[in-house]
Protein backbone atom coordinates (compact mmCIF):
# COMPACT_ATOMS: atom_id res chain seq x y z
CA UNK A 1 0.00 0.00 0.00
CA UNK A 2 0.76 3.46 -0.81
CA UNK A 3 1.62 6.14 1.48
CA UNK A 4 -0.72 8.95 1.33
CA UNK A 5 1.18 11.56 -0.97
CA UNK A 6 2.35 15.11 1.30
CA UNK A 7 0.17 18.27 1.12
CA UNK A 8 1.71 21.30 -0.69
CA UNK A 9 2.44 24.31 1.25
CA UNK A 10 -0.93 23.55 3.64
CA UNK A 11 -3.21 23.25 0.25
CA UNK A 12 -4.28 19.57 -0.50
CA UNK A 13 -6.96 19.20 -2.81
CA UNK A 14 -7.66 15.67 -2.48
CA UNK A 15 -10.32 16.35 -0.42
CA UNK A 16 -12.31 18.00 -2.63
CA UNK A 17 -11.14 15.65 -5.75
CA UNK A 18 -12.06 12.52 -3.77
CA UNK A 19 -16.03 14.39 -3.02
CA UNK A 20 -16.10 15.26 -6.35
CA UNK A 21 -15.53 11.24 -7.72
CA UNK A 22 -17.76 9.96 -6.00
CA UNK A 23 -21.00 9.52 -8.06
CA UNK A 24 -18.31 8.30 -11.36
CA UNK A 25 -19.18 4.83 -10.46
CA UNK A 26 -22.77 5.72 -12.37
CA UNK A 27 -20.99 6.09 -15.54
CA UNK A 28 -19.48 2.76 -15.48
CA UNK A 29 -21.99 1.36 -18.20
CA UNK A 30 -21.80 3.76 -20.38
CA UNK A 31 -18.00 4.37 -20.64
CA UNK A 32 -17.73 0.56 -21.40
CA UNK A 33 -20.19 1.13 -24.34
CA UNK A 34 -18.13 3.93 -25.45
CA UNK A 35 -15.03 2.11 -25.03
CA UNK A 36 -16.56 -0.99 -27.66
CA UNK A 37 -17.67 1.59 -29.74
CA UNK A 38 -14.53 3.01 -29.99
CA UNK A 39 -13.12 -0.20 -30.48
CA UNK A 40 -16.19 -0.84 -33.39
CA UNK A 41 -15.53 1.97 -35.31
CA UNK A 42 -11.68 1.60 -35.60
CA UNK A 43 -12.42 -1.81 -37.20
CA UNK A 44 -14.88 -0.88 -39.72
CA UNK A 45 -12.65 -0.19 -42.77
CA UNK A 46 -14.84 2.88 -43.89
CA UNK A 47 -17.09 2.48 -46.45
CA UNK A 48 -20.70 3.51 -46.23
CA UNK A 49 -21.44 1.64 -42.80
CA UNK A 50 -19.14 3.44 -41.18
CA UNK A 51 -20.78 6.94 -42.97
CA UNK A 52 -24.34 5.44 -41.72
CA UNK A 53 -22.74 4.83 -38.15
CA UNK A 54 -21.31 8.39 -37.75
CA UNK A 55 -24.18 9.70 -39.15
CA UNK A 56 -26.73 8.50 -36.34
CA UNK A 57 -24.50 10.20 -33.77
CA UNK A 58 -25.72 13.36 -35.45
CA UNK A 59 -28.72 13.15 -34.13
CA UNK A 60 -27.54 13.78 -30.63
CA UNK A 61 -25.57 17.03 -31.77
CA UNK A 62 -28.15 18.46 -33.48
CA UNK A 63 -30.51 18.00 -30.44
CA UNK A 64 -27.96 20.26 -28.63
CA UNK A 65 -28.29 22.72 -31.18
CA UNK A 66 -31.84 23.40 -30.98
CA UNK A 67 -31.17 24.06 -27.05
CA UNK A 68 -28.18 26.32 -27.74
CA UNK A 69 -29.20 29.99 -27.85
CA UNK A 70 -25.80 30.85 -29.64
CA UNK A 71 -26.45 28.45 -32.40
CA UNK A 72 -30.12 29.18 -33.01
CA UNK A 73 -29.30 32.83 -32.87
CA UNK A 74 -25.94 32.52 -36.11
CA UNK A 75 -27.85 30.12 -37.78
CA UNK A 76 -31.19 32.14 -37.84
CA UNK A 77 -28.77 34.84 -39.42
CA UNK A 78 -27.23 32.54 -42.23
CA UNK A 79 -30.51 31.08 -43.65
CA UNK A 80 -29.86 27.92 -41.81
CA UNK A 81 -31.27 25.62 -38.92
CA UNK A 82 -30.01 22.48 -36.89
CA UNK A 83 -32.85 20.41 -39.00
CA UNK A 84 -30.40 21.18 -42.07
CA UNK A 85 -27.83 19.17 -40.14
CA UNK A 86 -28.44 15.59 -41.84
CA UNK A 87 -25.11 14.02 -42.94
CA UNK A 88 -21.58 14.78 -42.71
CA UNK A 89 -21.40 16.23 -45.65
CA UNK A 90 -23.95 18.93 -44.11
CA UNK A 91 -21.08 20.24 -42.06
CA UNK A 92 -19.60 22.18 -44.66
CA UNK A 93 -22.54 24.28 -44.64
CA UNK A 94 -22.10 24.89 -40.97
CA UNK A 95 -19.81 28.11 -39.78
CA UNK A 96 -17.11 26.89 -37.69
CA UNK A 97 -16.32 27.88 -34.51
CA UNK A 98 -12.99 29.79 -33.40
CA UNK A 99 -11.64 30.19 -29.31
CA UNK A 100 -12.94 33.49 -29.18
CA UNK A 101 -16.15 33.17 -29.72
CA UNK A 102 -16.05 30.40 -27.46
CA UNK A 103 -15.04 33.08 -24.87
CA UNK A 104 -17.19 35.93 -25.76
CA UNK A 105 -20.06 33.82 -25.60
CA UNK A 106 -19.55 31.10 -22.40
CA UNK A 107 -23.10 31.68 -21.43
CA UNK A 108 -25.04 31.15 -24.84
CA UNK A 109 -23.05 28.17 -26.55
CA UNK A 110 -24.17 25.39 -24.08
CA UNK A 111 -27.36 23.29 -24.62
CA UNK A 112 -28.96 22.80 -20.94
CA UNK A 113 -30.83 19.55 -20.78
CA UNK A 114 -34.61 20.90 -20.24
CA UNK A 115 -34.81 18.43 -16.91
CA UNK A 116 -32.09 18.84 -13.62
CA UNK A 117 -28.59 19.15 -14.82
CA UNK A 118 -26.24 16.96 -13.65
CA UNK A 119 -22.83 18.25 -11.84
CA UNK A 120 -21.20 21.16 -13.65
CA UNK A 121 -17.71 22.78 -13.66
CA UNK A 122 -15.55 25.24 -15.75
CA UNK A 123 -12.10 23.71 -16.87
CA UNK A 124 -9.94 26.57 -18.14
CA UNK A 125 -8.27 25.68 -21.50
CA UNK A 126 -4.09 25.89 -21.39
CA UNK A 127 -4.14 28.84 -23.73
CA UNK A 128 -1.26 27.54 -25.57
CA UNK A 129 -2.78 28.99 -29.01
CA UNK A 130 -3.49 32.16 -27.30
CA UNK A 131 -5.44 33.04 -24.01
CA UNK A 132 -6.98 30.51 -22.17
CA UNK A 133 -10.64 30.14 -21.92
CA UNK A 134 -13.13 28.96 -19.66
CA UNK A 135 -14.75 25.55 -20.89
CA UNK A 136 -17.77 24.04 -19.31
CA UNK A 137 -18.08 20.53 -18.78
CA UNK A 138 -20.26 17.87 -17.38
CA UNK A 139 -19.54 14.80 -14.89
CA UNK A 140 -19.87 12.59 -18.07
CA UNK A 141 -16.97 14.64 -19.94
CA UNK A 142 -14.64 14.74 -16.68
CA UNK A 143 -14.66 10.94 -17.02
CA UNK A 144 -14.55 10.05 -20.67
CA UNK A 145 -11.09 9.37 -20.70
CA UNK A 146 -10.71 6.39 -18.93
CA UNK A 147 -12.83 5.00 -22.06
CA UNK A 148 -10.84 5.68 -24.37
CA UNK A 149 -8.11 4.14 -21.76
CA UNK A 150 -9.65 0.80 -21.82
CA UNK A 151 -9.99 1.02 -25.71
CA UNK A 152 -6.15 1.85 -25.46
CA UNK A 153 -5.63 -1.18 -23.50
CA UNK A 154 -7.69 -3.59 -25.69
CA UNK A 155 -6.36 -2.35 -29.52
CA UNK A 156 -2.56 -3.03 -27.82
CA UNK A 157 -3.57 -6.31 -25.93
CA UNK A 158 -2.91 -5.13 -22.54
CA UNK A 159 -5.25 -5.81 -19.10
CA UNK A 160 -5.80 -4.16 -16.06
CA UNK A 161 -6.04 -5.43 -13.01
CA UNK A 162 -9.36 -5.12 -10.92
CA UNK A 163 -8.16 -2.43 -9.05
CA UNK A 164 -5.48 -0.53 -11.53
CA UNK A 165 -3.29 2.42 -10.35
CA UNK A 166 -3.01 4.93 -12.55
CA UNK A 167 -0.39 8.07 -12.29
CA UNK A 168 -0.43 11.42 -13.51
CA UNK A 169 3.19 12.42 -13.69
CA UNK A 170 2.87 16.16 -13.32
CA UNK A 171 5.88 18.67 -15.08
CA UNK A 172 3.90 21.75 -14.50
CA UNK A 173 5.46 24.27 -12.33
CA UNK A 174 3.06 24.63 -9.33
CA UNK A 175 3.45 21.26 -7.83
CA UNK A 176 0.23 20.12 -6.39
CA UNK A 177 -0.34 16.04 -5.34
CA UNK A 178 -2.97 14.37 -4.78
CA UNK A 179 -4.45 10.64 -4.48
CA UNK A 180 -7.94 9.27 -5.07
CA UNK A 181 -10.10 6.39 -5.63
CA UNK A 182 -10.72 5.74 -9.24
CA UNK A 183 -14.68 4.30 -9.69
CA UNK A 184 -14.44 5.33 -13.08
CA UNK A 185 -12.71 2.41 -13.72
CA UNK A 186 -14.46 0.08 -11.42
CA UNK A 187 -11.71 0.43 -8.67
CA UNK A 188 -8.14 1.34 -7.86
CA UNK A 189 -6.30 4.72 -7.17
CA UNK A 190 -5.34 7.77 -8.78
CA UNK A 191 -2.41 9.56 -8.01
CA UNK A 192 -0.55 12.72 -9.27
CA UNK A 193 3.03 12.81 -8.66
CA UNK A 194 4.96 16.01 -9.43
CA UNK A 195 8.80 16.05 -10.82
CA UNK A 196 9.20 19.76 -9.33
CA UNK A 197 9.00 18.15 -5.61
CA UNK A 198 11.73 16.09 -3.71
CA UNK A 199 12.04 12.88 -4.60
CA UNK A 200 9.54 12.14 -7.18
CA UNK A 201 11.13 8.70 -8.49
CA UNK A 202 10.64 7.66 -5.04
CA UNK A 203 7.34 8.01 -4.78
CA UNK A 204 6.16 6.81 -7.92
CA UNK A 205 8.30 3.42 -7.80
CA UNK A 206 6.14 3.27 -4.65
CA UNK A 207 2.81 3.66 -6.15
CA UNK A 208 4.09 0.80 -8.75
CA UNK A 209 1.35 1.99 -11.77
CA UNK A 210 0.11 0.27 -14.05
CA UNK A 211 -0.68 3.37 -16.49
CA UNK A 212 1.11 6.30 -16.63
CA UNK A 213 -0.42 9.98 -18.29
CA UNK A 214 2.66 12.50 -18.66
CA UNK A 215 3.86 14.82 -21.63
CA UNK A 216 7.29 14.71 -22.99
CA UNK A 217 8.25 16.92 -20.52
CA UNK A 218 7.83 14.10 -18.00
CA UNK A 219 8.95 10.86 -19.94
CA UNK A 220 12.19 12.87 -20.67
CA UNK A 221 12.56 12.95 -16.57
CA UNK A 222 11.28 9.08 -16.37
CA UNK A 223 13.77 7.68 -18.85
CA UNK A 224 16.16 9.42 -17.51
CA UNK A 225 15.86 7.88 -13.97
CA UNK A 226 18.53 5.11 -12.93
CA UNK A 227 15.16 2.54 -12.31
CA UNK A 228 12.10 3.80 -13.63
CA UNK A 229 8.66 1.69 -12.81
CA UNK A 230 7.81 -0.75 -14.97
CA UNK A 231 3.95 0.02 -16.24
CA UNK A 232 2.12 -1.70 -18.93
CA UNK A 233 1.50 1.54 -20.69
CA UNK A 234 2.15 5.18 -20.94
CA UNK A 235 0.20 7.74 -22.29
CA UNK A 236 1.94 11.28 -23.93
CA UNK A 237 0.01 14.40 -24.78
CA UNK A 238 0.42 18.31 -25.05
CA UNK A 239 3.43 18.34 -26.90
CA UNK A 240 5.43 17.23 -29.67
CA UNK A 241 7.04 13.83 -29.09
CA UNK A 242 9.68 12.87 -30.93
CA UNK A 243 10.09 9.35 -32.37
CA UNK A 244 13.57 9.61 -30.87
CA UNK A 245 12.46 10.20 -27.66
CA UNK A 246 9.64 7.46 -27.74
CA UNK A 247 11.84 5.44 -28.40
CA UNK A 248 14.13 5.64 -25.85
CA UNK A 249 11.44 6.15 -23.60
CA UNK A 250 9.85 2.68 -24.66
CA UNK A 251 13.06 1.11 -24.24
CA UNK A 252 13.68 1.91 -20.41
CA UNK A 253 10.27 1.15 -19.36
CA UNK A 254 9.65 -1.84 -21.53
CA UNK A 255 5.75 -0.50 -22.13
CA UNK A 256 4.77 1.33 -25.03
CA UNK A 257 4.27 4.96 -25.29
CA UNK A 258 0.22 6.13 -26.98
CA UNK A 259 0.86 9.76 -28.04
CA UNK A 260 -2.47 11.23 -28.40
CA UNK A 261 -4.02 14.37 -29.53
CA UNK A 262 -6.95 16.28 -27.19
CA UNK A 263 -7.42 19.85 -26.55
CA UNK A 264 -9.21 21.03 -23.34
CA UNK A 265 -11.92 22.07 -25.45
CA UNK A 266 -12.79 18.74 -27.09
CA UNK A 267 -11.21 16.34 -25.20
CA UNK A 268 -9.40 13.30 -26.81
CA UNK A 269 -8.97 13.59 -30.88
CA UNK A 270 -6.80 11.27 -32.44
CA UNK A 271 -3.87 8.86 -31.48
CA UNK A 272 -0.59 8.25 -33.22
CA UNK A 273 0.11 4.71 -34.60
CA UNK A 274 2.43 2.83 -33.27
CA UNK A 275 3.36 1.47 -36.54
CA UNK A 276 3.17 4.68 -38.83
CA UNK A 277 5.07 7.28 -36.91
CA UNK A 278 3.39 10.81 -37.54
CA UNK A 279 -0.10 9.38 -39.01
CA UNK A 280 -2.56 10.00 -36.09
CA UNK A 281 -5.86 8.41 -35.95
CA UNK A 282 -9.22 9.43 -35.56
CA UNK A 283 -11.41 8.36 -32.53
CA UNK A 284 -14.75 7.88 -33.79
CA UNK A 285 -17.31 7.56 -33.60
CA UNK A 286 -16.75 10.61 -30.36
CA UNK A 287 -14.80 13.10 -32.51
CA UNK A 288 -15.18 14.18 -36.95
CA UNK A 289 -12.01 15.80 -37.88
CA UNK A 290 -11.94 17.90 -40.70
CA UNK A 291 -8.69 20.08 -42.53
CA UNK A 292 -10.27 23.18 -43.57
CA UNK A 293 -7.68 25.45 -45.69
CA UNK A 294 -5.10 23.06 -43.76
CA UNK A 295 -6.42 23.62 -40.07
CA UNK A 296 -7.95 21.16 -38.41
CA UNK A 297 -11.26 21.50 -37.28
CA UNK A 298 -13.17 19.16 -34.90
CA UNK A 299 -16.96 18.60 -34.39
CA UNK A 300 -17.84 16.70 -31.13
CA UNK A 301 -20.13 13.92 -32.27
CA UNK A 302 -20.51 12.41 -28.21
CA UNK A 303 -23.34 13.67 -26.61
CA UNK A 304 -21.96 16.74 -24.02
CA UNK A 305 -23.60 19.43 -22.42
CA UNK A 306 -21.60 21.79 -24.45
CA UNK A 307 -21.89 21.26 -28.45
CA UNK A 308 -18.73 22.09 -30.36
CA UNK A 309 -19.75 22.55 -34.31
CA UNK A 310 -16.39 22.64 -36.74
CA UNK A 311 -14.32 23.85 -33.51
CA UNK A 312 -10.82 25.76 -34.72
CA UNK A 313 -8.50 23.52 -32.89
CA UNK A 314 -5.18 26.38 -34.41
CA UNK A 315 -3.33 23.00 -35.42
CA UNK A 316 -2.44 22.30 -38.25
CA UNK A 317 -2.80 18.82 -40.87
CA UNK A 318 -4.69 16.92 -43.43
CA UNK A 319 -7.34 14.36 -43.32
CA UNK A 320 -7.67 11.34 -45.08
CA UNK A 321 -9.37 8.30 -45.04
CA UNK A 322 -7.12 5.20 -43.90
CA UNK A 323 -6.91 1.58 -44.05
CA UNK A 324 -3.60 1.37 -42.21
CA UNK A 325 -1.18 -1.72 -42.10
CA UNK A 326 -1.76 -1.32 -37.91
CA UNK A 327 -5.92 -2.46 -38.34
CA UNK A 328 -7.36 0.97 -38.04
CA UNK A 329 -9.53 1.90 -40.62
CA UNK A 330 -11.11 4.91 -39.81
CA UNK A 331 -10.03 8.35 -41.20
CA UNK A 332 -6.26 10.08 -40.31
CA UNK A 333 -4.71 12.87 -39.83
CA UNK A 334 -1.44 13.61 -41.50
CA UNK A 335 1.23 16.04 -41.35
CA UNK A 336 0.10 17.25 -37.39
CA UNK A 337 2.23 20.32 -36.36
CA UNK A 338 1.18 20.20 -32.42
CA UNK A 339 1.47 23.04 -30.27
CA UNK A 340 4.75 22.63 -28.81
CA UNK A 341 6.83 20.92 -31.85
CA UNK A 342 10.09 22.78 -32.77
CA UNK A 343 11.95 22.43 -36.21
CA UNK A 344 15.84 24.02 -36.61
CA UNK A 345 17.14 25.02 -39.61
CA UNK A 346 20.68 23.97 -40.53
CA UNK A 347 22.62 27.06 -42.81
CA UNK A 348 21.59 25.01 -45.75
CA UNK A 349 18.33 25.30 -45.31
CA UNK A 350 17.52 21.87 -44.09
CA UNK A 351 15.16 20.94 -41.05
CA UNK A 352 16.10 19.17 -37.75
CA UNK A 353 13.32 18.14 -35.87
CA UNK A 354 14.78 19.82 -32.67
CA UNK A 355 13.46 17.20 -29.90
CA UNK A 356 16.59 15.13 -31.21
CA UNK A 357 18.70 17.23 -28.88
CA UNK A 358 16.88 16.05 -25.90
CA UNK A 359 19.14 13.38 -24.63
CA UNK A 360 22.36 16.38 -24.36
CA UNK A 361 19.86 17.67 -21.18
CA UNK A 362 18.92 14.55 -19.59
CA UNK A 363 20.40 15.07 -16.39
CA UNK A 364 18.42 18.23 -16.52
CA UNK A 365 14.83 18.74 -16.16
CA UNK A 366 12.93 20.98 -19.16
CA UNK A 367 11.59 23.70 -17.47
CA UNK A 368 15.10 24.52 -16.08
CA UNK A 369 16.50 25.50 -19.86
CA UNK A 370 15.76 26.97 -23.00
CA UNK A 371 17.31 26.79 -26.45
CA UNK A 372 16.83 29.15 -29.02
CA UNK A 373 17.91 29.28 -32.85
CA UNK A 374 18.89 32.87 -33.26
CA UNK A 375 20.18 32.44 -36.38
CA UNK A 376 20.88 29.63 -39.28
CA UNK A 377 24.25 28.84 -37.80
CA UNK A 378 23.73 30.94 -34.12
CA UNK A 379 21.70 29.73 -30.88
CA UNK A 380 21.04 31.19 -27.59
CA UNK A 381 21.03 28.79 -24.79
CA UNK A 382 19.86 29.64 -21.14
CA UNK A 383 19.74 27.83 -17.68
CA UNK A 384 18.80 28.37 -14.63
CA UNK A 385 21.56 28.47 -12.06
CA UNK A 386 20.55 24.95 -10.22
CA UNK A 387 20.05 22.92 -13.72
CA UNK A 388 18.16 20.17 -11.39
CA UNK A 389 20.64 19.46 -8.56
CA UNK A 390 23.45 18.93 -11.65
CA UNK A 391 25.90 21.60 -10.74
CA UNK A 392 25.88 20.50 -6.87
CA UNK A 393 26.55 16.76 -8.16
CA UNK A 394 29.72 18.46 -10.49
CA UNK A 395 31.08 20.09 -7.53
CA UNK A 396 31.00 16.94 -5.13
CA UNK A 397 32.83 15.48 -7.73
CA UNK A 398 35.32 18.20 -7.73
CA UNK A 399 34.69 19.65 -11.05
CA UNK A 400 33.38 22.77 -10.15
CA UNK A 401 30.48 24.81 -10.77
CA UNK A 402 31.56 26.00 -14.44
CA UNK A 403 32.53 22.72 -15.47
CA UNK A 404 28.96 20.93 -15.82
CA UNK A 405 28.29 23.89 -18.01
CA UNK A 406 31.25 24.08 -19.87
CA UNK A 407 30.49 19.78 -20.38
CA UNK A 408 26.88 20.78 -21.74
CA UNK A 409 27.59 23.52 -23.96
CA UNK A 410 30.23 21.18 -25.44
CA UNK A 411 28.21 18.24 -25.65
CA UNK A 412 25.16 20.39 -27.39
CA UNK A 413 28.43 21.60 -29.64
CA UNK A 414 29.04 18.22 -31.20
CA UNK A 415 25.78 17.03 -31.26
CA UNK A 416 24.57 20.05 -33.41
CA UNK A 417 27.68 19.36 -35.85
CA UNK A 418 26.34 15.74 -36.07
CA UNK A 419 23.45 17.04 -37.15
CA UNK A 420 24.52 19.10 -39.84
CA UNK A 421 25.94 22.63 -38.58
CA UNK A 422 29.73 22.95 -39.56
CA UNK A 423 30.34 25.48 -36.75
CA UNK A 424 27.30 26.67 -34.61
CA UNK A 425 27.74 28.95 -32.35
CA UNK A 426 26.35 29.10 -28.93
CA UNK A 427 25.95 31.94 -26.15
CA UNK A 428 25.06 30.72 -23.27
CA UNK A 429 23.20 32.95 -20.56
CA UNK A 430 22.42 31.96 -16.80
CA UNK A 431 19.08 33.33 -15.78
CA UNK A 432 16.55 32.56 -13.31
CA UNK A 433 14.21 29.88 -13.11
CA UNK A 434 11.14 32.77 -13.29
CA UNK A 435 12.71 33.81 -16.60
CA UNK A 436 11.85 30.28 -18.19
CA UNK A 437 8.58 29.99 -16.20
CA UNK A 438 5.20 29.01 -18.37
CA UNK A 439 2.29 27.01 -18.48
CA UNK A 440 4.45 24.31 -20.48
CA UNK A 441 7.76 23.64 -20.99
CA UNK A 442 9.38 25.20 -23.81
CA UNK A 443 12.87 23.98 -24.16
CA UNK A 444 13.33 24.50 -27.89
CA UNK A 445 12.81 27.66 -29.54
CA UNK A 446 13.05 28.91 -32.96
CA UNK A 447 12.12 32.22 -33.92
CA UNK A 448 9.36 32.56 -36.43
CA UNK A 449 11.01 35.42 -38.33
CA UNK A 450 14.13 33.20 -38.68
CA UNK A 451 13.92 31.32 -41.82
CA UNK A 452 16.06 29.65 -44.05
CA UNK A 453 18.09 31.30 -46.71
CA UNK A 454 16.35 31.98 -49.98
CA UNK A 455 18.20 30.08 -52.91
CA UNK A 456 19.45 32.16 -55.84
CA UNK A 457 17.83 32.01 -59.09
CA UNK A 458 18.53 34.11 -61.79
CA UNK A 459 15.02 34.12 -62.94
CA UNK A 460 13.21 35.90 -59.75
CA UNK A 461 9.86 34.76 -60.60
CA UNK A 462 11.14 30.97 -60.23
CA UNK A 463 13.32 31.44 -57.01
CA UNK A 464 11.48 29.15 -54.30
CA UNK A 465 10.34 30.88 -51.01
CA UNK A 466 11.76 30.41 -47.77
CA UNK A 467 10.55 27.38 -45.53
CA UNK A 468 8.06 28.64 -42.44
CA UNK A 469 9.70 27.16 -39.29
CA UNK A 470 7.22 25.16 -37.38
CA UNK A 471 5.19 26.71 -34.57
CA UNK A 472 5.08 25.20 -31.42
CA UNK A 473 1.87 22.60 -30.21
CA UNK A 474 -2.96 18.66 -25.99
CA UNK A 475 -2.51 19.94 -24.62
CA UNK A 476 -1.18 20.73 -22.25
CA UNK A 477 0.28 19.54 -22.10
CA UNK A 478 -2.28 19.83 -24.11
CA UNK A 479 -0.81 18.59 -25.70
CA UNK A 480 -3.00 18.03 -27.76
CA UNK A 481 -2.51 18.22 -25.93
CA UNK A 482 -2.87 18.30 -24.86
CA UNK A 483 -4.86 17.11 -21.48
CA UNK A 484 -4.28 13.60 -19.51
CA UNK A 485 -7.27 13.48 -17.47
Not at 14 to 27: A, F, L, M, Q, T
Not at 77 to 98: E, I, K, W
Not at 236 to 248: E, F, G, Q, V, Y
Amino acid sequence: MSAPLPVLAGFDPGPEIRRSVRGHERHLPRLRVAALDLARFARMRGGREQTTALETRIAALRGSLWRSPHYLAVLRRLGLSPADLRTLDDLRHFPRLDRETLRDAFAEIPALPAGPAGRLLVERSSGSTGQPVGVLKEDYDTVHMWAVLRFWMRWLRLSLPARPRVALVCTLPHGVEYETPLPALGGGTLARISIVRPNPAERLRAFRPHVVFSDPAGLHWLAGQPRPPKPRLLLSSAMHLSPHLRRRVEGAVHAPVVNYYATSETGPIAWECLEVSGRFHVLLPDAWVESVDGELVVTRLRESILPLLRYRTGDRGEVRPDDCRCGYGGVSIEGLTGRRACAFFTPGGREVDAWQLAWVFRRHRLDGFRLTQEAPDAFRLETTGALDGALVARALEGGGPGADTDSLVERLRKTLVSLGWDEPRIERRSVTRAALASAKPEPFVCHPERRQPERVSRDPSKARPPSPLSGGVPRDDASPRKDVA
